[in-house]
């Protein structure tokens, strides 16, 4: 199909003797343009989804597909995945503009293209004129703004979003999170966000993916989650059954 299909992907850690199993299983498809969240207590497996969907951690079993073409063996750069985590991880060294335009730079891009698609994103995520502001003088939620932007600039046919507004306080990451789901709808960006915030995955997401010790429990609209859990374990994870 198009757009993400992930097939009973497993992925082990070998600690010692003994191996650990961080996602056992999991099947899921994210259609093009679509936002979908996956949530979960910490540990559940859903970050280490991710990075085997991005090509950062082996596949132990399955398969990560996506316009039906069997990605799993590609290395992380031939993915045209984009990622973005909870520092950013933003070049100090650069300001700005160039932070923004750095995965641009391998593109047959002229400069005044480039230029044009800095300015564009920085409008998108609400930072225009700050081109040529230094990185260590913005705020956190700034520095995560220039990070959105710089992974949407080469038009990732797939963002991967792990924790990136876990850092931020909580009235912060509330607004943050509307211009994130704004920013991705804007660009028509299909995206896995990862949060373990029940609150954050709803105003993310068009559906979200619910995962505990490593499987995958229910994935549904936001609204269906709070009104059909699946399960008792989706409902107390969700705070609707004590």
Do not use: W
């Amino acid at each position: 199909m198009a757009g993400l299909e992930i097939r009973d992907v497993s992925v082990r850690y070998e600690t010692g003797a003994a191996g650990v199993t961080a996602v056992d299983g999991v099947s899921l498809t994210v259609a093009p343009g679509e936002v979908l969240a996956l949530l979960g207590p910490s540990g559940c497996g859903k970050s280490s989804l991710l990075r085997a969907v991005a090509g950062l951690e082996p596949l132990a079993g399955g398969q990560v597909l996506y316009d039906g073409a069997d990605v799993g063996r590609l290395p992380v750069h031939r993915r045209r995945f984009g990622l973005m985590f909870q520092d950013g991880q933003l070049f100090p060294h650069r300001d700005v503009r160039r932070n923004v335009a750095y995965g641009l730079e391998t593109l047959p891009l002229t400069r005044p293209e480039r230029d044009a698609r800095v300015t564009e994103l920085l409008e998108l995520v609400g930072l225009a004129g700050y081109e040529q502001r230094a990185v260590p003088t913005l705020s956190g939620g700034e520095q995560q703004r220039v990070a959105l932007a710089r992974a949407l600039a080469p038009r990732p046919r797939l963002l991967l979003l792990d924790e990136p507004l876990s850092a931020l306080d909580r009235q912060l990451r509330e607004r943050l999170a509307g211009e994130v789901r704004a920013a991705l709808v804007e660009t028509g960006t299909t995206a896995v966000f990862v949060t373990h915030d029940h609150a954050e995955a709803s105003a993310v997401a068009d559906r979200v993916g619910v995962m505990d010790r490593g499987r995958l429990l229910q994935v549904a609209a936001p609204e269906e989650l709070r009104t059909a859990p699946a399960s008792d374990r989706v409902a107390e994870f969700l705070g609707l059954r004590a």
